[in-house]
């Protein structure tokens, strides 16, 4: 299935350079503040933090969350995810 990404034509990211999400070496911090800058004007700040956390996404800020938020998220998401999936004993 094609995923629905027709909510990036609302980024607030949308024509700005990538590189700006994507912290590399002694500036990361810097970047990722400047990164979460744009993100908290996105519209589509929820979209983009879903998309990033159900598809594994990885390096960069999306959604406003720097690689470990989004790691943190995906884990509670994995783990709800395979306790409403795998366990008969998972609660309703
Ligand atoms: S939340 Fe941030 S990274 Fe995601 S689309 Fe909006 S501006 Fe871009």
Redesign the pocket.
């Known amino acids: 299935m094609i995923p629905n990404l027709d ?2 034509e609302h ?4 024509g ?1 350079d990538p590189r700006a ?1 994507f912290s590399i070496g002694n500036h990361a911090r810097a970047q990722v503040n400047s ?1 979460r800058k ?2 908290a ?5 929820e ?3 879903s998309w ?1 956390i159900e598809t594994g996404e990885s390096n ?5 969350m720097s690689q470990q938020e989004l790691r943190k998220k995906r884990r509670r998401f994995t783990n709800r995810h395979k306790t409403s999936t795998t366990s008969p004993k998972a609660p309703a």
């Not at 980024?11 to 949308?14: E, G, L, Y």
């Not at 004007?41 to 700040?45: K, S």
């Open positions: 909510w990036l980024a607030a990211c949308a700005m999400f990164a744009v993100c004007t996105c519209p589509v700040r979209q983009c933090a990033a960069g800020v999306w959604g406003g």
